[in-house]
Antibody, heavy 120, light 108 residues
Framework: QLQLQESGPGLVKPSETLSLTCTVS??????????WGWIRQPPGKGLEWIGS???????YYNPSLKSRVTISVDTSKNQFSLKLSSVTAADTAVYYC????????????WGQGTLVTVSS | EIVMTQSPATLSVSPGERATLSCRAS??????LAWYQQKPGQAPRLLIY???TRATGIPARFSGSGSGTEFTLTISSLQSEDFAVYYC??????????FGQGTKVEIK
């Protein structure tokens, strides 16, 4: 069974870049069986899909965030990463990494989430 | 972008009673719909995918139905551990997979 774990700074200054990493265990990130994604949830609010990546490096982004988002994969470390540039207070959220069996499919495995606060 | 609308926002139910949650899509998503349960401080957990298929380990009291634009999640007999927030999500339309705003099921 897959396990995912987010890591990264919990505090980011406005206008800087948010960087998070998701470490995958229990399976290979290079498996053709999975796509890997990021979802966020502002405090007290609903869920927003940020984007997904395949082990080959193909990426798929939410159009509303596309200009600021970069998702990458490091197969040697069994990790994938999220970078969100030019952050504002509106980007304060719990960030989750998750997996899907296909590009368009349900999110079956989730990390526990990590809170990132944007504040000076 | 497809908008997912859940109703009601809050549902007050007594333990042992049935709960019926609704999710409506602004355009057809076929059967490409999932339901998730989220408890405070936890990540969402997949309950239902393909509109009606229970995920691994999900009790039979959870059932999903619908297709196109109208979907329902039913919890046949609420247990104490079922009080949570429930989200629907469509994954039919590229590129964005949108979520509903959630329904909170609380103890009556």
């Amino acid at each position: 069974q897959l396990q995912l774990q987010e890591s990264g700074p919990g505090l980011v200054k406005p206008s800087e870049t948010l960087s998070l990493t998701c470490t995958v265990s229990g399976g290979s990130i290079s498996s053709s069986s999975y796509y890997w994604g990021w979802i966020r949830q502002p405090p007290g609010k609903g869920l927003e899909w940020i984007g997904s990546i395949y082990y080959s490096g193909s990426t798929y982004y939410n159009p509303s965030l596309k200009s600021r988002v970069t998702i990458s994969v490091d197969t040697s470390k069994n990790q994938f990463s999220l970078k969100l540039s030019s952050v504002t207070a509106a980007d304060t959220a719990v960030y989750y990494c998750a997996s899907t069996a296909k590009l368009l499919a349900e999110l079956d495995y989730w990390g526990q989430g990590t809170l990132v606060t944007v504040s000076s | 972008e497809i908008v997912m609308t859940q109703s009601p926002a809050t549902l007050s139910v007594s333990p042992g009673e049935r709960a019926t949650l609704s999710c409506r899509a602004s355009q057809s998503v076929s059967s490409n719909l999932a339901w998730y349960q989220q408890k405070p401080g936890q990540a969402p957990r997949l309950l239902i995918y393909g509109a009606s298929t229970r995920a691994t380990g999900i009790p039979a009291r959870f059932s999903g139905s619908g297709s196109g634009t109208e979907f329902t999640l039913t919890i046949s007999s609420l247990q104490s551990e079922d009080f949570a927030v429930y989200y629907c999500q469509q994954y039919n339309n590229w590129p964005s997979r949108t979520f509903g705003q959630g329904t909170k099921v609380e103890i009556k």
